[in-house]
Every structure is written in C-alpha cells, then in structure tokens.
C-alpha cells in the first residue's frame, strides 16, 4: 500500500483551516506536511523570540493543532509533520502538548527536533564561512549576524516517528526532508538507498509548495474549475520512490500533467544535481503519466550520495528601509506621479540626504512589464510607491516626513494618505552557506502528551 502523504501548508501564513479540512476530507491520509519557513522568517522569529524567549516559533501553528483536536480524539491514525518550530522547537512543542491534554488528547506523542541552530559556529571569530554565491567573506557581517540555521534532513524525522511520535516538530528542514522523513521511516529504507530516496524527494518537492501543484499560480489558472476552492495536494508515495500527485475529490483547481510539470520545475536549478541533505537527485529520466481524475504518476528520479555539507540559512541586520504610497488620479497621472518622486528625491538631496536606495515606482504604468503599453494608452489613475533603503535610520526617517506634504503641495487628483507616514521598518539581509555536515549534531526528544 502507498503511504498517503498531503501538504497543508505552504508558507507561514498559508489557509489555517486546511489541515482539518484534508483530514475530513481523506480520512485514509497517514500524514500531514506543513511548511512555514522561507528564507528570512528565522529573523522575524528572532525578534519575537528577543521580546518573549518562550516565542521563536510559528504561532499560527497552534490554531491548527486546535483544529486537529477533535479529529485526534476519535483517530489516532494520522501523524503531523512540521518545521513551524522555528528557532524554538522546544516552546513550540510545549505549547502543542499543553493544548492537546486541555482538550483531552493524552496519549500522544511530540518529537522535537534541533539542532539546525549554527549561529555560535559562524559568529565564532576564527571562522572562514563565505556567502555561497558572492563568495563575501562572513567577517564583513560578523557583527550583524541575527540567526544562522542548516537545513537538516528527513534521518531525524525518521528517528522521531521510528520512535512514535504523532507530531514531529522542527527547526530548520530540507522542504522536501519533511516528506522523505516519513516514507524512510515507514518503508525501512536504508540511508544509502538513493533512488528511492530521490523519488521521495521529488514528491517532496511538488506538494511542498501546497496547492502550487494542483492549479495555484498556474499558467491556466483563469481557467481552473473553482478556483477559489483548490484542492491541496497528496502524495501517494509507493516503496520504491515513485509517486502519485492527487487531491481530495470534489475540491477546485485541477491535478494534470501541467500543473505537476509546473511545479516540478518551480525553483529548480540544475535538473540532473538536485541537492538536498538526503540525496544527489536527478530530474533528466523522470515519467509523467497522467492517469485521468486528477490523479498524475511520477517515477523515474534516479539518486546519488548527498552532499558533504549542509546549505546554512543566516540572517543579518541590514538597515532600514520605508515605503510611502501616494493615489495619483486624472489626465497625465503618469507624468504627475513621476514628477513627484523626482520631488522627493530633490528634497532629500537638499537636505544632503542621500540614501543608499531610492526607488520611485508607478505602479500600474510600466512597473512590472516593462515596455509594454495597454492599448487605451496612459491610466487615469497609478499609484505612486517610493521605497528608501539605507544602513542609517535616521535618513531613512527623514524621507518618510518629505513624502506626505505633496498631499497639499502636490498635484490636483493626488490622495491615499489614509495609511499616514510611512513606517521605518528594520532590514534583515539573506546569508547562504555551507557547513561541514561533520559540525551539526541533530537531536530528536520525545515530549509525552
């Protein structure tokens, strides 16, 4: 029998009420995936964790637990994995467990997994770690380092269901790891087996991304039947790596040989080195057959030794940054709104303000397909968006007082200052690496219910 895996979640802030809905509407599911955590979210949790040390960790991510408990109360069958523990996995499993005894789920089982935390090893003063792209030394941000994570792989989720926990709760993981954790652990695969493990990759990889794979963001999307109701995906995944990409019947959007190609090549670089903690994978002899009634079998993947170093994710402070929006309506709107971010620019440089990033945009004329003009010619209305950027917060705050006076000094048809002055907002910048995978030591505990 295939072991029945769906994703919930794409992103931190994806639809809450959809783990419960999956697990209503497919009750043979085995697991649930929920992904929280894109590239800087760790220094977001930063900032909560620095105000609240029992915080670091996605709390929207206790709205589903509560969702789940009724469910769990009558069906124990289907287990939970997630990476909404953030910088916290403890606090977040501690929180979880509170709220499953309140609502009488005793019994069941949290593992905790960590140690993706590597902030000592790159803020360590005799490091060598370099940007994995600009090859920028790490000492040129040693002092502003926020957090520093490694994506861990699917073993220590293996290990936490291996010794039966119900939920696994993670740090930082591979996307893809919170699938394969679940098939190496059910199936028995060995961490040498490859090719199956590549298979479990690639059906990581096309639901992670939640309903991506089933008509969301789709070329045709327009066109997909219900789309205010798209399905999330399931992965039937079989012993030997090879899947079958579906969705709860009666549910919106659509599962054909599109859509999964579509997501297949979402954030995909090199097809024949896919690298993930568990696996070299390559793409080049994958099948696709589309078997009818949204359902699409992939096999195929073909898989090689891991990488000797994980990827690390770090963050670093990086500034300041504002963004101010102003509606600018009638004839030569464009021109108007072009000549008041020219104002404002010409304010600053008054001031012997120059920020480090300055940028006028009017948008809904030439913002984002550049070159291309609609047909009618210009708009009657565009909204003007200024966004300044500078490691100085003072500069940046003295452009958020030059953009609000074109209000009454501005053009005729100039309005939208409903939001007030713009908000000086902290910048945290992205910091890829790689580590020895010799210098992280997972770790996996058991919190009883």
Avoid at 217 to 232: H, K, R, V
Avoid at 417 to 426: H, K, S, T
């Amino acid at each position: 029998m295939p072991l029945r895996i769906a994703n919930a979640q794409a992103f931190w802030g994806d639809d809450p009420h959809a783990a419960a809905r999956l697990a209503a509407q497919v009750p043979e599911l085995d697991y649930l995936t929920l992904d929280y955590l894109a590239e800087v979210s760790m220094s977001i949790l930063a900032k909560q964790r620095d105000r609240d040390p029992a915080a670091g960790y996605a709390r929207d991510f206790l709205d589903v637990v509560r969702s789940l408990t009724n469910h769990w109360r009558e069906d124990r069958r289907l287990k939970l994995v997630t990476n909404a523990g953030g910088l916290n996995p403890d606090a977040c499993a501690a929180a979880c467990a509170e709220i499953l005894r309140q609502a009488g789920c005793r019994g069941l089982k949290i593992g905790v997994v960590s140690g993706d935390d590597v902030l000592p090893l790159l803020k360590d003063p005799s490091s060598d770690f370099v940007h994995l792209e600009t090859h920028q030394p790490i000492r040129e941000i040693h002092d502003s380092l926020v957090t520093a994570n490694a994506y861990l792989g699917a073993e220590p989720v293996a290990e936490a269901i291996r010794r039966a926990a119900d939920l696994v709760i993670t740090g930082r993981v591979a996307d893809p790891s919170l699938t394969v954790g679940p098939c190496v652990a059910h199936f028995g695969w060995n961490a040498s087996d490859y090719d199956n493990i590549a298979g479990a990759t690639v059906a990581g990889h096309l639901i992670e991304c939640g309903t991506q794979a089933t008509g969301g963001i789709s070329t045709d999307w327009l066109t997909l039947p219900d789309n205010g109701n798209i399905g999330f995906p399931i992965a039937e995944v079989s012993a030997d790596g090879s899947c079958v990409i579906t969705k709860p019947p009666g549910t919106g959007g659509r599962v054909n040989e599109q859509t999964v190609k579509e997501q297949l090549l979402y954030e995909l670089g090199d097809p024949g080195r896919y690298l993930s903690p568990d696996a070299t994978v390559s793409f080049l002899a994958l099948s696709l057959k589309d078997e009818g009634n949204d359902r699409v079998r992939v096999n195929g993947a073909t898989g090689k030794a891991p990488p000797s170093t994980y990827k690390v994710s770090a963050t670093h402070r990086a500034g300041y940054r504002a963004s101010g929006t102003l509606v600018v309506f009638g004839r030569d709107s464009v021109a108007k709104a072009r000549q008041c971010g020219k104002i404002v620019c010409e304010r600053l440089s008054h001031l012997d303000i120059e920020p480090k990033h300055y940028l006028a945009e009017v948008v809904g004329h030439d913002s984002i397909a550049l070159g291309v003009t609609h047909p009618s010619g210009d708009p009657l209305e565009v909204v003007l968006r200024i966004s300044v950027g500078d490691d100085r917060r003072d500069v940046v705050e003295q452009f958020t007082r030059e953009l609000m006076p074109l209000i009454s000094a501005g053009p005729q048809g100039i309005t939208g200052y409903a939001d007030g002055r713009p908000a000086v907002r902290e910048v945290f910048g992205y910091w890829p690496t790689l580590i020895d995978r010799s210098l992280v030591r997972p770790r996996v505990e058991i919190v009883e219910v």
